[in-house]
């Protein structure tokens, strides 16, 4: 794609900003910075990429990977800020969800081991993994506030922590994966997912997109589920503390 | 003694600044009496029902429960020693038969007749199969005062279970309440804010104002004779909204 063609693609930012102004939106600020955003951020990646793929050294990707997860990691994080060491929890969690989905990947060859595959897919996995955890955390919250009187009184009968929030971690695991769900229902129906498009757009036989595009779906779908339990598993203790009562100061409101 | 308080406190953060709830509560209940707790809202009547099963921690001071520290205890036995029914009569999703299990289902135990319970709370064994969140406010309240029971607790918490409940349903709960007293000795803490209740059901009565106990006294002897002149304005200035 030409750099004129680029330049071009801009008349729908305009088209956005002139629909903004016109009903009277107040997006004006918001697209203007989201484009730029995205246009430095695009590039720089796009340059990065370009130095990892041209190094060619497993260390290349691992700190490329790390970055990634980091930046995930930083963003889902903000749900949870009261919850101790809410970081370290995410961080483990998408590190597993990366080594599993990547060893069983690499492992059995089902793709080579190269940066062009390992970031790539794992761009995917990291992005989708951090939108799991935000659903996850928002989800749990809301439940907590919804349902507190359940959990106080399995603890008043008796009861374990595990006891008292497993309905809620269930419930909330559950629908934080409905979206992943429902989205891949509908794939190639309403939309077209993104890689495959783009693979198709740069030549490649549609069958093969296709078969690449439904490792994809299957891979996501299983880091969805992993993300959301692991998390869960991992986050129920910090909402209790030593003497079994429920912490509620552990979330802020979004 | 079955509860003993020593200069409790409590705080709680509330919007950043730090709220004291509690200040220096000292009192004592003997087994099988029942204590009548009363007080404006707010003054921190169901915090001390809260501390004496661990469900909150006190800041300073000791509370004993059967002669032990609750900080000693492990605490679910504790929890089950000392059984909680709150105002709302909370259930969970599933059947009458679920929730009157659940103390049992949580020890990984079968609950061996669920009809005892629910013909000695009055509960007809046929509502077994329904809905726990389709009763009605009393039936829920018996349901859950049931359920506590199957724990078989020695000291019963009861926040404000009655205020909820037309005068009929309200009185029938209360009868219940006080079989339970006599046939199980079960020392009770019955936090309500019906005066006429608390004079007629206690052993005891308690006056909480702004986290202090401004008078404990045998009940006869609180309502006829109060001591403290805040109780007596209490008292007065309740009865004048009555």
């Known amino acids: 794609m030409s750099l004129l063609a680029i330049i071009l693609s801009f008349i729908f930012v305009i088209l956005a900003l002139v629909l903004s102004t016109a009903f009277k939106l107040g997006l004006g600020k918001d697209i203007m910075i989201t484009c730029v955003r995205a246009t430095i951020q695009l590039l720089v990646v796009g340059y990065i990429l370009n130095a990892v793929f041209g190094l060619d050294h497993p260390l290349g990707i691992i700190i490329m990977l790390l970055i990634m997860i980091l930046v995930a990691v930083r963003n889902a994080a903000k749900r949870g800020r009261n919850i101790p060491f809410v970081f370290w929890k995410i961080f483990i969690t998408i590190s597993i969800v990366e080594i599993v989905t990547q060893g069983f990947l690499l492992g059995l060859k089902i793709i080579p081991a190269s940066p062009q595959y390992i970031i790539s897919i794992s761009g995917m996995i990291i992005g989708n993994s951090m939108i799991i955890a935000n659903l996850f955390l928002n989800r749990l919250q809301a439940e907590i506030d919804l349902r507190k009187e359940e959990i106080l009184l399995v603890l008043s009968l008796g009861g374990s922590v595990k006891q008292s929030i497993f309905p809620i971690l269930k419930n909330s695991i559950r629908a934080s994966l409905i979206p992943t769900i429902e989205g891949q229902k509908t794939i190639g129906l309403v939309q077209l997912p993104g890689m495959m498009t783009g693979q198709i757009i740069a030549g490649a036989d549609p069958i093969q997109a296709v078969k690449f595009q439904l490792l994809i779906v299957f891979l996501i779908m299983a880091a969805a589920s992993l993300t959301a339990i692991i998390l869960g598993f991992l986050i129920y203790p910090s909402l209790f503390n030593t003497e079994e009562q429920l912490v509620t100061n552990r979330f802020l409101s979004p | ?242």
């Open chain 2, 1 to 242: 003694m079955e509860i003993e308080l020593k200069n409790i406190h409590k705080s709680f953060i509330n919007q950043g600044k730090q709220q004291s709830v509690l200040k220096g509560i000292s009192g004592e209940v003997e087994k099988g009496e029942i204590l009548t707790i009363i007080g404006p809202s707010g003054s921190g009547k169901s915090t001390i029902l809260s501390l004496c099963n661990l469900l909150q921690t006190p800041d300073e001071g000791e509370l004993y429960v059967g002669g032990k520290e609750i900080r000693d205890w492990d605490v679910r036995n504790l929890r089950r020693y000392v059984g909680i029914a709150f105002q709302s009569g909370p259930m969970m999703k599933g059947t009458v038969l679920e929730n009157l299990s659940l103390p049992m289902q949580l020890q990984g135990r079968t609950l061996e007749s669920p009809q005892t319970y629910m013909n000695y709370v009055g509960l007809s064994e046929e509502l077994l199969s329904r809905e726990a969140k389709e009763l009605s406010g009393g039936q829920r309240q018996r349901l859950s005062l049931a359920r506590t029971l199957v724990n078989q607790p020695s000291v019963l918490l009861l926040d404000e279970v009655t205020s909820a409940l037309d005068s009929k349903a309200a009185q029938e709960v209360e009868e219940l309440i006080l079989s339970i007293n006599k046939d199980h000795k079960t020392t009770i803490l019955w936090v309500t804010h019906d005066l006429a209740q608390a004079e007629r059901v206690g052993d005891q009565t308690w006056l909480i104002m702004d986290g202090q106990l401004v008078e404990a006294a045998p009940t006869n002897h609180f309502f006829f004779e109060p001591n403290d002149q805040r109780t007596k304005e209490f008292l007065h200035s309740s009865r004048d909204i009555i």
